[in-house]
């Protein structure tokens, strides 16, 4: 840890107001480029120009997760909230929901966005990628420019944001597990950097020869171990986990996830939550967290209808398979895991299956699908006591990063 780093943990914060855990910022154009190792030039993310258009490439090969990558204009926050709701009034067109309008310095530069969460009445937020959650799944066949890339990416987010900016933005860097050896690494560049959080995106880790596996295959032993020995918390954060490719291809869908293009409805209802619950059944049936009992996790941005179906199959599965489980699934999961919900679900009853003090607020402001004002998600919480509303608004989030106050 950094003579900087000490200091800034001995500083004194008082986290009084809410604590957001899924705020995103959206990614300069060199985001990847910056300070990416010259030999993957051609092989990681590059911009190219068409005409006034501006377009990525990953690999070689038109990189389209997010349709505009320079971010401007972008899509108004809360603008979706109707949509994602279900909620669209009688004789609306969905599709004339979304409004667009001139990039916010604040989804940009920490210091504007400091005076932002200041305004919006909160203590600090997570700032999570955007454009960032699809690159993994776009590199997954070229493991070396996966991990050059997520490094470069690091760089560039600890140099525009901060992985702990005056302790009230928490910029959290990517992790791949691809590499473990380079994933280790990693971990230690940013450990001199002051991170508090990584991301990582839930999918079956790719792996050579067009392979992948498991998140609790041995051989990434060494990943958690590191990140349970340092203390560095995982947010699993909702990306392109390939599943289009696994499964909703299978059905005739399209076998890329292109958002914010035409919708295919058969693959939404298909992917939905899959990836988010094989996540944690790897992690639980593959033995982490029996291994490394130490570590915290959170499912940001995946809902949470998912949770109470994933433990009703994993008691299903001890039941039949005892020797494969060290204790009740039910243990395990609120032991580990914190949630930040979907604000339209029940948050009710996923306080009741993993505890109160597991559930997260998380707004995924300043997107369109977000909450316009991030704090009116205690609006969703009537069903709780003040005690518990303190809980999900402000303290179960400094619990997860482990900032004490």
Not at 85 to 113: F, M, T, W
Not at 154 to 162: A, M, Q, S, V
Not at 248 to 267: E, I, M, Q, Y
Not at 365 to 386: R, Y
Request: glycine share 4%.
């Amino acid at each position: 840890m950094t003579i900087e780093s000490e200091k800034r943990q001995s500083e004194k914060v008082e986290y009084t107001l809410p604590v957001d855990c899924d705020n995103h910022y959206y990614e300069k154009i060199d985001a990847f480029t910056r300070y990416l190792d010259p030999e993957f030039r051609s092989r990681g993310i590059e911009v190219i120009k068409r005409g006034t258009h501006t377009e990525l490439l990953a690999g070689g090969v038109l990189f389209e997760f997010v349709p505009n990558p320079t971010f401007d204009p972008v899509i108004v926050p809360g603008s979706l909230d109707a949509l994602f709701r279900g909620q669209i009034p009688e004789g609306v067109d969905p599709r004339s929901l979304a409004k667009v309008a001139p990039l916010n310095p604040a989804y940009q530069d920490h210091d504007i966005r400091l005076e932002m969460i200041a305004e919006q009445e909160m203590s600090a937020a997570i700032l999570l990628p955007t454009l960032a959650c699809g690159v993994e799944e776009a590199l997954k066949d070229d493991i070396p420019a996966t991990m050059a890339s997520v490094t470069a990416f690091n760089k560039w987010l600890d140099e525009d944001w901060g992985f702990s900016y005056k302790d009230r933005i928490f910029a959290a860097p990517m992790l791949s597990f691809a590499d473990p050896d380079e994933a280790v690494r990693e971990i230690d560049r940013l450990i001199e950097r002051n991170v508090r959080i990584v991301s990582v995106r839930p999918a079956p880790v790719p792996a050579p020869y067009g392979r992948s596996n498991s998140f609790g295959n041995p051989i990434y032993d060494k990943v958690w171990a590191k990140l349970e020995a340092e203390d560095i918390p995982v947010a699993f954060h909702l990306s392109d986990s390939g599943y289009n490719r696994y499964l909703a291809s299978a059905w005739g869908a399209p076998d890329r996830f292109v958002p914010f293009k035409t919708k295919n409805t058969l693959a939404s209802l298909v992917v939905a939550d899959r990836a988010i619950h094989d996540t944690y059944a790897s992690l639980i049936v593959d033995g982490v967290f029996t291994r490394f009992p130490k570590l915290r996790t959170a499912s940001i941005e995946n809902g949470s209808d998912w949770v109470a179906l994933l433990l009703k199959r994993l008691r299903k599965q001890a039941n039949q398979t005892p020797w494969v489980f060290a204790e009740d699934p039910a243990d395990t999961i609120r032991r580990h895991l914190w949630v930040s919900p979907y604000y339209e679900e029940d948050v009710r009853k996923l306080a009741d299956t993993v505890g109160s003090d597991k559930v997260l607020f998380g707004s995924d402001w300043p997107h369109g699908e977000g909450l316009e004002k991030p704090t009116d998600f205690i609006n969703e919480l009537d069903d709780f006591t003040a005690a518990e509303r303190d809980q999900i608004m402000r303290t179960n989030t400094l619990d997860l990063l482990g900032i004490r106050y």
